[in-house]
């Protein structure tokens, strides 16, 4: 059984920072971890991504601001968001890759979400 759930959200003014957390648990192998964010009325967006081999990618919105981390013993990714904007406000995911023990097959999880508020 998976479960991958999301912390570290919060309410902060512009130009501060926060940083998510992701924790992932689960008996298959972990492979990428992203962060995607979804502002009210708008789709769902990519972030940042990070392979078990800790090769980054960021949206062209958020780099030079936001960093992905992941720590592959303890399943669990963090994102430095610092220079935040008012439009950095939305909720925030954790979208999981995994590959089952038993055979080549993929599937992917998603976190709760957690909320990010960034007020001007």
């Known amino acids: 059984q998976v479960q991958v759930v999301e912390s570290g959200g919060g309410l902060v003014q512009a130009g501060g920072s926060l940083r998510l957390s992701c924790v992932a648990s689960?008996?298959?192998?972990?492979?990428?971890m992203g962060w995607y964010r979804q502002a009210p009325g708008k789709q769902r967006e990519l972030v940042a991504t990070i392979t078990r081999s800790s090769i980054r990618t960021y949206a062209d919105s958020v780099k030079g601001r936001f960093t992905i981390f992941r720590d592959n013993a303890k399943n669990t990714m963090d994102l430095q968001m610092n220079s935040l904007k008012s439009e950095d406000t939305a909720v925030y995911y954790c979208?999981?890759?995994?590959?089952?023990?038993?055979?080549?097959?993929?599937?992917?999880?998603w976190g709760q979400g957690t909320q990010v508020t960034v007020s001007s």
């Open positions: 689960g008996s298959d192998i972990l492979n990428d």
């Open positions: 979208k999981t890759r995994w590959a089952r023990r038993s055979g080549a097959v993929e599937y992917t999880y």
